[in-house]
């Protein structure tokens, strides 16, 4: 019998896990359907739940939903509790496990596609949501040198660092206070790549031959990239990888099998100019 999963979100009509777990199941000769589910804004629970009930046997979770479904697990990984947000659900009888794959999709994809091993660099999350909780405890464990947050409301940028501090050591501040430093990674976690704003950053931020990694995907060079090419940094990428990575974790949770990413992050790529 066919296995059955879907993404919730509101709206989803835009998402690429149907196609990225199609081509996953595909490649490993798995037997699921996938299906997007656009769930009204007031009743997660009840998707939820019903989704269940008729046989469903995992969930990705997107916008805005991600702390709802982490609210609704009976046990959340410990990742998914210091973010207070999951990206996934998987259903064993009563039980509802949640974990948060979007901050391993990030690191591998840097490390793996992008060849850029984060021990020992010093890293800046631009941003202090949803994407920044997620990919804070992934990035520190690979152990850099330094690791920063930087958000316009500074303030949510100290509350993390105050909610991390038994697992990670963290500078947080605002965009000023990034005068003076530079960093090897920067990633931009805010959503301005979707509003395409630019971001008050310092010319200094960018150390010679740092990469800068877009996390919005699909909206080729975003201000933030082309700040920072204007600065010279020659490596520069887009969420796309982050994406496929996190759908491979989920899809290897569910099925025990761990599908190829290249193809798939190849297939959804769009050229960044
Ligand atoms: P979120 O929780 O809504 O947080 C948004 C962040 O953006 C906040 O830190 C906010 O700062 C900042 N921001 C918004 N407008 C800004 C502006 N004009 N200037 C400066 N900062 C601004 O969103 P999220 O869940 O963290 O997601 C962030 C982005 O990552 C989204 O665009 C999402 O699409 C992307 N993402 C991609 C993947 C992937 O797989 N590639 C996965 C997850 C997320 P304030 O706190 O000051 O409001």
């Known amino acids: 019998m066919t296995d059955r999963y879907a993404v919730l ?3 989803i009509g835009h998402s690429k896990s149907p196609l990225i777990h199609s081509l996953f199941a595909q490649a490993t000769g798995q037997d699921i359907s996938y299906t997007a589910i656009e769930t009204p804004l007031d009743r997660f629970n009840e998707t939820v739940l019903g989704f269940r009930a008729g046989g469903g046997l995992g969930l990705n979770v997107s916008l805005p939903f991600k702390l709802q479904a982490f ?5 959340p990984s410990e990742r998914a509790r210091l973010a207070g947000a999951a990206n996934c659900l998987k259903f064993d009888g009563e039980r509802i ?8 999709g990030l690191v591998n994809d840097l490390q793996n596609n992008l060849g850029c091993l984060l021990a020992g660099k010093r890293v800046l999350l631009l941003g202090a949501g949803g994407a920044t909780r997620g990919a ?10 330094l690791l920063a947050v930087a958000n316009r409301t500074a303030d949510k940028a100290h509350a993390l ?6 697992h990670a050591q963290l500078n947080s501040g605002g ?3 990034l005068a003076g430093q530079a960093f090897d990674v920067v990633i931009n976690a805010t959503s301005t790549g979707l509003t395409q704003e630019p971001l008050p950053l310092p010319a200094g931020v960018f150390a010679p031959g740092a990469i800068a990694y877009e996390m919005v995907y699909g909206k080729g060079l975003t201000p933030f990239l082309r700040q920072a090419q204007s600065t010279g940094v020659s490596t520069v990428a887009d969420g796309v990888g982050m994406l496929v990575e996190q759908a491979a974790e989920a899809f290897a ?13 190849q297939r959804l790529t769009v050229p960044l100019d």
């Open 253 to 265: 949770w569910w099925r025990g099998v761990r599908p190829e990413s290249g193809p798939v992050i």
């Open 136 to 145: 804070l405890l992934p990035i520190a464990a690979q152990r850099p040198a």
């Open 97 to 104: 496990l949640a974990d948060n794959f979007d901050g391993v």
């Open 175 to 177: 965009f000023d206070d």
């Open 161 to 166: 660092q105050r909610d991390f501090a038994a």
């Open 9 to 11: 979100g509101n709206p």
């Open 71 to 75: 609210e609704i697990a009976t046990e």
